[in-house]
């Protein structure tokens, strides 16, 4: 298994450019997450998704967007880039097992800078 | 608020001298206290789940610990390797699996 895959792993935008940060896994697992991380702030939920077609919001969604077509796939949409989403992005997976909940695998991250 | 707080930000060792990693949470009914290990550049690698007070569990010289109201991860005679930024998180009773509040982090240096 591949685990979590992010795509790109660079990527520098101008100001008002949009864009979409790919991530897939190959596990079947039914949780996807996308989180933000900027240094003395640790990591913050933006959207994440239950299932195929169910997504939420997270702490800091305002500027993104997100769907969920296929159990493998978690995209997340800059539609107009600004310097404040300057950060490092992780897409994380987690599966269903009994009653309890269970760990998030995470993916390598995609540095992103805003100019 | 929720809230889970990690202290020390940094903490700095020699090899072979144990100590302990503290994280503090305030959240209404945890349903599960994850520990991460994260190396420079890396995305978070898992270490330990702990679902209630009193659990314990271990892993070479790493061990977690849970109370009702923080978890300590206690490394016993570090190594140059164990240097990286430990990560602490919670889901919260109502909190969704895709829903982790996480901690700043204690960046381990073990110097040898």
């Known amino acids: 298994n591949a685990g979590v895959t992010q795509t790109p792993k660079f990527q520098v935008l101008k100001t008002g450019q949009s864009m979409t940060l790919q991530c897939a896994q190959d596990m079947n697992h039914e949780y996807m997450s996308w989180y933000r991380q900027d240094p003395g702030m640790g990591l913050r939920l933006i959207h994440y998704s239950v299932g195929a077609g169910i997504t939420d919001q997270g702490e800091v969604p305002n500027g993104y967007n997100v769907s969920r077509s296929t159990t493998e796939d978690f995209p997340l949409r800059l539609l107009s880039a600004a310097p404040s989403q300057t950060s490092v992005y992780f897409c994380?997976?987690?599966?269903?097992?009994?009653?309890?909940?269970?760990?998030?695998?995470f993916g390598p991250g995609t540095r992103l800078t805003v100019l | 608020e929720d809230q889970v707080t990690q202290s020390p930000e940094a903490l700095r060792l020699q090899e072979g001298e144990s100590s302990s990693l503290n994280c503090s949470y305030t959240?209404?009914?945890?349903?599960?206290l994850f520990w991460y290990r994260q190396d420079p550049g890396k995305g978070p690698e898992f270490l330990f789940t702990l679902y209630s007070a009193g659990e314990e569990k271990e892993k070479e010289r790493l061990k977690a610990t849970l109370t009702k109201k923080e978890s300590f991860l206690h490394i016993t005679a570090p190594k140059p390797e164990d240097s990286a930024t430990y990560l602490c998180a919670v889901i919260r009773l109502g909190g969704s699996q895709g829903n982790l509040i996480f901690g700043k982090g204690t960046k381990l240096s073990v110097k040898p």
């Open positions: 994380a997976s987690s599966y269903l097992s009994g009653r309890r909940y269970n760990e998030q695998f």
């Open positions: 959240v209404s009914g945890l349903r599960g």
